[in-house]
């Protein structure tokens, strides 16, 4: 045995092992002081965050919270990766997508970064004739090619593979996705009448001459768009490769061809532990499917940063979002990533926007050294725990879908559009309250910010599930007060009384101003309420003074003309006091009534 020299920095050496009943004791001491008498579990309870599908976030986790064996890097149940060396050799793919027939923007793309193209073609994109010119210049036999052509994909891989044979590309060389994914189609436009024939057509093409083109994509963006969770986003996948797998070994591929035909694209969101546990969780469900088919269990993944949580108002601050969102999709082990530009909900995104996204991915890569460690995450006693759980909850919601008759089944009831409508109503609950706060949007917004404007995208093909915003409703109210300030010259104003010191009112009158902003309502704090311009008010100071100014300045304010008095706090029994703001109450039920109140249609 090896004895180190005493440097003087003997680290815990001198210190006893500190036990989580010990832990548990003072938190139970932090809270008692705020109020809350807990102990022992129940105290580690009170600091748990609610997740969605049941799950729940504890404050700490130890090695005593077990999960299942992950295996190794390349190796079944492939939890840890889809191959041995995951990234590490040369990063992830780095994907753009293109919803015009922009050859200028597709070259800028892939001479400053960008190793693949995914090309949005037909309705939602542009035409198939567009495609040769689109791809003039681009070297295919080294640029994979991703289609995504919902009803015209047939045509579209058929103009495709005659570029290929046009410019020369051997057949081998060919890299990339047909695209074709008829429930996709179906989930996003209610449009059930998807032959299946020329897609298997497509399948066995792929498999007997083209060994680098997939033919088929399960893409749980129709079902992440529409609001659902990360478990059904995960049971909607499987659901939906189960049901191609039967498809197309009915059409006589073998079990191995049909599994290689298929590529898995996920979200990736903001929320990185959760995005990092649902790649993870997917590879492994899915190694479970193809164990039970009889197939090789790798799970080739296509990761893009969530639509969902992209937003109109302040879209510079996407660019953060999708940093995160993109990390959380390397260290989840994606194979591609696809960084959408930050002005990607307000219409075609300009080259800066689009420069941003690609070096998105190079900064991760090359100069984080993201992808040099294989599964980052593994080992973490809170992401193991995680991926497992998550994994039981897609596992669960995938059976409810079997026992519906499959996905096409599920689909057509409604199951499924009902069951991702109600896990977006509670979410819609909660960022109504601005337990989940949009920074820019519901916290912290920008009143005077310049407009970013774009060029109209083409429309995405709708008729199906529906596609939702996390920023939708305060998108309603602000354009409420937009329109409000070009009809008349001014916005919508609330005066903030602020009782007493600075100390005293700043907390609330911050509190409250970020509040009614988020509705497109201008705080006005300086001056009197007669020369504020505004009908309405707010006091702003501590309960203390509360109790002593709040009935005579509500009595003061309602002389001026006040139509309606607020009270920064928890509701009490002050005279003349309408309404109450406060943290946890319904910000968007509050702000819309106010702009009513206010004739701001």
Same mark, same amino acid.
């Given at each position: 045995?090896?004895?180190?020299?005493?440097?003087?920095?003997?680290?815990?050496?001198?210190?006893?092992?500190?036990?989580?009943?010990? /832990?548990?004791?003072?938190?139970?001491?932090?809270?008692?002081?705020?109020?809350?008498?807990?102990?022992?579990? =129940?105290?580690?309870?009170?600091? %748990?965050?609610?997740?969605?599908?049941?799950?729940?976030?504890?404050?700490?986790?130890?090695?005593?919270? %077990?999960?299942?064996?992950?295996?190794?890097?390349?190796?079944?149940? *492939?939890?840890?990766?889809?191959?041995?060396?995951?990234?590490?050799?040369?990063?992830?793919?780095?994907?753009?997508?293109?919803?015009?027939?922009?050859?200028?923007?597709?070259?800028?793309?892939?001479?400053? !970064?960008?190793?693949?193209? /995914?090309? =949005?073609?037909?309705?939602?994109? *542009?035409?198939?004739?567009?495609?040769?010119?689109?791809?003039?210049?681009?070297?295919?036999?080294?640029?994979?090619?991703?289609?995504?052509?919902?009803?015209?994909?047939?045509?579209? @891989?058929?103009?495709?593979?005659?570029?290929?044979?046009?410019?020369?590309?051997?057949?081998? @060389?060919?890299?990339?996705?047909?695209?074709?994914?008829?429930?996709?189609?179906?989930?996003?436009?209610?449009?059930?009448?998807?032959?299946?024939?020329?897609?298997?057509?497509?399948?066995?093409?792929?498999?007997?001459?083209?060994?680098?083109?997939?033919?088929?994509?399960?893409?749980?963006?129709?079902?992440?768009?529409?609001?659902?969770?990360?478990?059904? &986003?995960?049971?909607?996948?499987?659901?939906?490769?189960? #049901?191609?797998?039967?498809?197309?070994?009915?059409?006589?591929?073998?079990?191995?061809?049909?599994?290689?035909?298929?590529?898995?694209?996920?979200?990736?969101?903001?929320?990185?532990?959760?995005?990092?546990?649902?790649?993870?969780?997917?590879?492994?469900?899915?190694?479970?499917?193809?164990?039970?088919?009889?197939?090789?269990? !790798?799970?080739?993944?296509?990761?893009?940063?969530?639509?969902?949580?992209?937003?109109?108002?302040?879209?510079?601050?996407?660019?953060?979002? =999708?940093?995160?969102?993109?990390?959380?999709?390397?260290?989840? !082990?994606?194979?591609?990533?696809?960084?959408?530009?930050?002005?990607?909900?307000? !219409?075609?995104?300009?080259? *800066?926007?689009?420069?941003?996204?690609?070096?998105?991915?190079?900064?991760?890569? &090359?100069?984080?050294?993201?992808?040099?460690?294989?599964?980052? $995450?593994?080992?973490? /006693?809170?992401?193991?725990?995680?991926?497992?759980?998550?994994?039981? $909850?897609?596992?669960?919601? +995938?059976?409810?879908?079997?026992?519906?008759?499959?996905?096409?089944?599920?689909?057509?009831?409604?199951?499924?559009?009902?069951?991702?409508? @109600?896990? /977006?109503?509670?979410?819609?609950?909660?960022?109504?309250?601005?337990? &989940?706060?949009?920074?820019?949007?519901?916290?912290?917004?920008?009143?005077?910010?310049?407009?970013?404007?774009? &060029?109209?995208?083409?429309?995405?093909?709708?008729?199906?599930?529906?596609?939702?915003?996390?920023?939708?409703?305060?998108?309603?109210?602000?354009?409420?007060?937009?329109?409000?300030?070009?009809?008349?010259?001014?916005?919508?104003?609330?005066?903030?009384?602020?009782?007493?010191?600075?100390?005293?009112?700043?907390?609330?009158?911050?509190?409250?101003?970020?509040?009614?902003?988020?509705?497109?309502?201008?705080?006005?704090?300086?001056?009197? +309420?007669?020369?504020?311009?505004?009908?309405?008010?707010?006091?702003?100071?501590?309960? $203390?003074?509360?109790?002593?100014?709040? @009935?005579?300045?509500? #009595?003061?304010?309602?002389?001026?003309?006040?139509?309606?008095?607020?009270?920064?706090?928890?509701?009490?029994?002050?005279?003349?006091?309408?309404?109450?703001? *406060?943290?946890?109450?319904?910000?968007? $039920?509050?702000?819309?009534?106010?702009?009513?109140?206010?004739?701001?249609?």
């Amino acid at each position: 045995m090896t004895v180190l020299p005493d440097d003087g920095l003997s680290l815990a050496a001198e210190f006893p092992d500190a036990t989580h009943e010990q /832990w548990q004791r003072l938190v139970a001491g932090v809270l008692r002081k705020s109020g809350k008498e807990v102990s022992d579990d =129940a105290a580690e309870d009170a600091l %748990s965050t609610t997740l969605e599908d049941g799950l729940r976030a504890r404050p700490l986790y130890s090695a005593l919270d %077990s999960a299942p064996d992950p295996g190794l890097p390349g190796f079944a149940p *492939f939890t840890r990766g889809g191959r041995a060396e995951g990234n590490t050799l040369g990063g992830w793919d780095v994907r753009q997508r293109h919803t015009a027939a922009d050859n200028g923007a597709v070259l800028a793309d892939l001479e400053n !970064g960008v190793a693949s193209l /995914w090309l =949005a073609v037909g309705a939602g994109g *542009f035409p198939v004739s567009s495609l040769g010119p689109v791809l003039d210049g681009v070297y295919l036999g080294l640029a994979p090619v991703v289609l995504e052509a919902g009803r015209e994909v047939e045509p579209a @891989a058929r103009e495709l593979l005659r570029l290929y044979e046009e410019r020369g590309v051997a057949r081998d @060389a060919a890299r990339g996705n047909l695209g074709a994914d008829p429930l996709g189609h179906e989930a996003r436009t209610g449009d059930d009448g998807f032959d299946f024939a020329p897609v298997a057509a497509l399948a066995r093409l792929c498999a007997e001459e083209y060994p680098g083109l997939r033919a088929l994509t399960v893409d749980a963006l129709p079902y992440h768009e529409a609001g659902g969770s990360a478990a059904q &986003e995960l049971g909607s996948s499987l659901a939906t490769g189960v #049901a191609y797998l039967r498809e197309l070994t009915g059409a006589g591929l073998s079990v191995e061809q049909a599994a290689a035909q298929l590529e898995f694209r996920y979200a990736a969101t903001a929320d990185q532990f959760l995005t990092i546990a649902k790649l993870r969780a997917a590879r492994r469900l899915w190694a479970r499917v193809a164990e039970v088919c009889g197939a090789p269990g !790798g799970q080739v993944q296509h990761a893009v940063t969530s639509p969902v949580m992209m937003s109109r108002r302040d879209p510079w601050v996407n660019m953060l979002r =999708a940093t995160v969102a993109t990390l959380a999709a390397g260290a989840g !082990g994606a194979e591609s990533v696809t960084v959408l530009p930050f002005d990607h909900a307000l !219409g075609l995104p300009d080259a *800066f926007a689009r420069r941003i996204a690609r070096n998105t991915s190079t900064i991760l890569v &090359e100069e984080s050294h993201l992808a040099r460690v294989i599964d980052p $995450a593994g080992g973490s /006693w809170y992401v193991e725990r995680l991926t497992d759980e998550l994994a039981h $909850a897609g596992w669960e919601f +995938f059976q409810r879908i079997e026992q519906e008759g499959g996905q096409a089944a599920a689909l057509r009831s409604g199951r499924v559009g009902e069951e991702l409508a @109600a896990t /977006w109503a509670a979410r819609s609950a909660k960022l109504a309250k601005r337990r &989940e706060p949009v920074t820019g949007v519901s916290e912290f917004p920008h009143l005077a910010e310049r407009t970013v404007a774009r &060029e109209p995208a083409p429309e995405p093909p709708s008729g199906g599930l529906p596609r939702v915003r996390r920023d939708e409703a305060y998108e309603n109210l602000r354009a409420r007060s937009d329109a409000h300030l070009a009809a008349t010259g001014a916005r919508p104003r609330i005066f903030l009384a602020a009782l007493g010191p600075a100390a005293a009112h700043t907390a609330r009158l911050t509190f409250a101003s970020n509040l009614f902003q988020a509705g497109g309502i201008q705080p006005v704090t300086d001056g009197t +309420f007669e020369d504020s311009g505004a009908t309405e008010a707010c006091l702003c100071s501590s309960d $203390a003074l509360y109790e002593e100014q709040a @009935a005579e300045v509500t #009595a003061s304010l309602r002389s001026a003309g006040a139509a309606q008095v607020f009270l920064a706090g928890r509701p009490g029994q002050y005279p003349g006091v309408d309404a109450y703001v *406060f943290a946890g109450c319904d910000a968007v $039920a509050v702000l819309s009534a106010t702009l009513d109140r206010m004739g701001v249609s």
